[in-house]
C-alpha cells in the first residue's frame, strides 16, 4: 500500500487530543483511535499511516486521503565542527524557519523557533531585522521537536537516557506573542502518552511581554529567561524596544511574581555583552542590585554578530571583569559558551530568507 501524505490537506500533528479525536470521528474513526494515533505520532514517531500498524488498511487509506502527518520539508541541515546542528525547516506556504540542536555532555538542548521572523526591532538581534513575520502554528512547532528526533534516530521515545534532554524557545520571533500556538505545542510536547518532556526542561525566553508572563506561569509553568539585556530603561528602550511598553520596573514585578519562581527554579536573565554600551563596571554592579530580590540567574551572552551589525562584541577581558563582579556577588559561571558559530546557529544570528521569498512571490503573483 503506498500513501502519498504530502497532499494538501490538514495535518494530524499540532491537534490537541480532543480536536484529534473530532478530526478522526469525522472519517468514522471511533474515539479510542485517537490514543493510538497520538502514539504513532509522538510516541513512535512516525511520520506517514503506513506506519500506524493497530489501524486496518482500510482506516490507514482513509486517513490517508483526508489528513497528512508528514514533517515540514528539511530545506538545509548543517553541522558544525563542535557538533551543533542547524536545520532551515520549510513550511508548506513556504515560509521558514530555523532551529538549532546543541550536544553537551550531561544534555541536549533544542532551540526552537515559534515565529516566521520577528515583529519586535531589538537592535543587536539579526531576526529583529527581518520584515515579513508570520506565527507559527501549534503543528509547525511541534514538526521541530520531531525533525530533531528524527535526525537523532531517537524513536520510541525512550523512557532515560535521552540525547535530546532539553528545549528551549529561543530561536526565531516572540514566543509570547504567539502564545496560544506555543503552549498547545507545548502540552503536545509535555504529553505523558508521547514525547513526555519534563516541564523542568522546557525554557521560554521573552524579551518582556509581561501580560502573557503571568499566563504562562498559570498555565504552563515552564521556566522562564528574560532577555534583560540593560539595568537602565534609557538603555534598555533603545536596545529592547518593548521596554517602552513594559519598563523594567514592571517587567521584575511580573518576574517576582512568576509563580514557577522558587530557589529550586530560577528565572534566567540574558545579558548580551555590548562593547562600550552596557558592559561596564558600574552597569555589573547594576545588574547584580537589581536582581538582588529575585530568584535569579544570570547568562552573560557574547555578542554574536551579523553582517550590518551596529554593535561589538565586548573584548575577552571585559566580558571576564564583568563576570567576576557577578560571580562575586554569588552567581555562578555565567558566561553563555558561543554554539555553532561556523555555520551561523549562534543565539541571535537565525534569519531566514522568507522576506525576499515572498516579494518574489508577490511579484510572480502580480
Ligand atoms: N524573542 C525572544 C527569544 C529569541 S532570542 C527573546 O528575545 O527573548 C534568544 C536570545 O538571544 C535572547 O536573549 C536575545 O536577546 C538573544 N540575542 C539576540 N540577538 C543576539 C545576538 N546577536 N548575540 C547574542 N545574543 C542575541
Ligand atoms: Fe525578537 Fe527576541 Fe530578536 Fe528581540 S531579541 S527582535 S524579541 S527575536
Known sequence: MHIDSA??????????MDELKAALASVGLEGYRAKQVWQWLYHHGVSDFEGMSNLSKAQRQ???????VARPVIHTHQLSEDGTQKWLLEYRDGNKAEMVFIPEKERGTLCISSQVGCTLTCTFCHTGTQRLVRNLTAEEIVAQVLVARDAIGEW??????????NIVLMGMGEPLYNYDNVAKAMQIVMHSDGLN???????????????????????????????LHAVRDELRDELVPI??????????????????????????FEYVMLKGVNDSDEDAHALV???????????????????????ECSSNNRIR????????AGYASPVRTPRGQDIFAACGQLKSDSERQSKSRLQNQA
Open 7 to 16: 497532499k494538501d490537506v490538514p495535518s494530524l500533528v499540532g491537534l490537541d
Open 62 to 68: 482513509v486517513l490517508a486521503e483526508h489528513f497528512t
Open 156 to 165: 520510541p521515545s525512550p523512557p532515560d537516557g535521552r540525547l535530546l534532554t
Open 197 to 227: 518532556m519534563s516541564r523542568r526542561r522546557i525554557t521560554l525566553s521573552t524579551s518582556g511581554i509581561v501580560p502573557e508572563i503571568e499566563r504562562c506561569g498559570r498555565e504552563l509553568d515552564i521556566n522562564l529567561a528574560i532577555s
Open 243 to 268: 521596554n517602552r511598553k513594559y519598563p523594567l520596573s514592571v517587567l521584575l514585578d511580573a518576574c517576582r511574581d512568576y509563580p514557577a519562581s522558587s530557589d529550586m527554579r530560577r528565572i534566567t
Open 289 to 311: 542590585a537589581l536582581m538582588r530580590h529575585l530568584p535569579a540567574k544570570i547568562n552573560l551572552i557574547p555578542f554574536n554578530s551579523w553582517p550590518g551589525a551596529p554593535y
Open 321 to 328: 571583569q564583568f563576570a567576576r563582579i557577578v560571580e562575586n
